[in-house]
């Protein structure tokens, strides 16, 4: 399989098992249709290997670990379980480690399929394969999604609690212990005895939200995912971003960029004011403002987000200033995203305070494994006069 391909399912039960020149931990999320766990409960692996329809197979470091999807015995709800897997050894990386999943019958296995994510790199943990329900059939997909930030990131990113792990954590247990109500779901951390207090309520400007209320208005680190009614909004939007001068009388010549990333973060192209154009269209740019002075935005990126081509998954909108003037000489400045073919405002994110820099990264656009997209407000600062410059910690910040 290669990645973004599905096969349907001739048996109701599979196993799903990833193997690689190391020991890996591989583990199992059940997901209702907002692409959510109900509860940690839905969070299978070592610590907590049985499920509602779901186990974890031990392969005792001989062989491969697994999980076995019983789609006939799934809970009402649970449209999709993802199989993902990181390296045992803690902080190591799928650089020169080449996993390679096997989808087989469960009962018989017979091999299904099998699918190696491309060019892995600094990853420390994958969402490998996905068994999903489509039309009433049960399907295979291979995914290959990578993370940086480990299991936990995954976890995170599916309404899984994760407890910061001690700092001398014992070893991985040889065989799985018997789960508890709430497991710590950062390997290799041993189960808590007890329930965690509940989570503080998120600080301002954390967590994700929807289209469904209408315009947003992010804060620095908010996420909004690009959908509404649990459907994709919308193929093509606009980025426009404003600047005003913070001194009367006062020119500031400011530059608007994206730069396209691909799913290493490795870099594919950047559209600036000299580059208007770039992957064949799908990202085009208005053209340079050499003031700031005016009304409206000053100067508009358009993405088709339709068009864009697979290898691209990541897109951050900067703005630097060439000439040196620092943003502390700049004033309301702002990006927001519109329906390209109505001109609706959907997101605008305000920068608040400024730091003496000649760059900042305003926003970027995620496309996630499940074909969404999603928009994040940074209003990070950093010293790079040029496109070129930000190139690199923008990157960083995928």
């Known amino acids: 399989m290669t990645p973004g391909s599905n096969i349907p399912l001739p048996v109701t039960r599979v196993a799903v098992d990833v193997a690689a020149p190391v020991r890996l931990d591989v583990s199992g999320l059940l997901l209702t249709a907002d692409g959510k766990v109900r509860s940690d409960d839905d969070f299978i692996f070592y610590n907590q290997p049985a499920g509602p329809g779901v186990t974890y197979r031990s392969g005792g470091g001989s062989a491969p670990d697994a999980i076995i999807v019983d789609t006939s015995a799934l809970p009402p709800g649970i449209e999709k379980i993802v199989v993902t897997a990181s390296p045992d050894a803690a902080g190591q990386t799928f650089q ?26 600094g990853e420390t943990a994958l969402v490998v394969v996905e068994i999903y329900l489509r039309n009433g059939v049960w399907k295979a997909r291979a995914v290959g999604q990578g993370y940086t930030n ?27 212990p018997v789960p508890t109500t709430q497991p710590a779901v950062t390997p290799p951390a041993p189960p808590m005895a007890a329930p965690p207090a509940p989570p503080a309520p998120p600080a301002p400007g954390a967590g994700k939200i ?16 690009l959908v509404k009614g649990g459907s994709p909004l919308l193929s093509q939007v606009k980025m426009g971003l404003g600047w005003e001068p913070a001194y009367r009388g006062k020119d500031i010549d400011l530059d608007a960029s994206v730069i396209a990333y ?8 950047s559209c600036y004011f000299g580059k208007l154009s770039i992957v064949n269209g799908a990202i085009k740019h208005s053209g340079d403002n050499l003031t700031g002075e005016g009304g409206g935005d000053d100067e508009v990126i358009t993405v088709d987000l339709g068009r864009l081509p ?29 329906d390209a073919a109505t001109g609706e405002e959907l997101v605008r994110f305000d920068l608040t305070g400024a730091e003496p820099q000649t760059g900042v990264m305003m926003a ?3 496309r996630q494994f499940t074909g969404e997209w999603e928009m994040t407000a940074m209003g990070d600062f950093v010293k790079a006069r040029t496109v070129r410059n930000m190139v690199k910690p923008a990157a960083q910040s995928l």
Do not use: M, W
């Not at 996993?99 to 790199?121: E, K, M, S």
């Not at 289209?211 to 995912?225: A, E, I, P, W």
């Not at 691209?312 to 200033?321: A, E, P």
């Open 210 to 225: 929807n289209l469904d209320k209408g315009r947003v208005n992010l804060q620095k680190n908010q996420t909004v995912s």
């Open 310 to 338: 697979q290898d691209v998954t990541g897109l951050v909108f900067t703005v630097n200033s060439f000439s040196g003037q620092k943003f502390t000489e700049v004033a309301k400045a702002y990006c927001r995203l519109l």
């Open 96 to 121: 020169g480690i080449e996993p390679t999943a096997t989808v087989r019958g469960a009962d018989d296995n017979t091999v299904l399929a099998t699918f190696t994510p491309p060019r892995l790199g």
């Open 150 to 176: 480990g299991l936990a990131g995954i976890a995170t990113d599916f309404g899984v609690s994760v407890e910061e792990p001690a700092a001398a954590a014992p070893a991985r247990p040889a065989t799985p």
């Open 364 to 366: 970027k656009l995620i």
């Open 262 to 269: 691909g799913p290493q973060r490795n870099h594919v192209d």
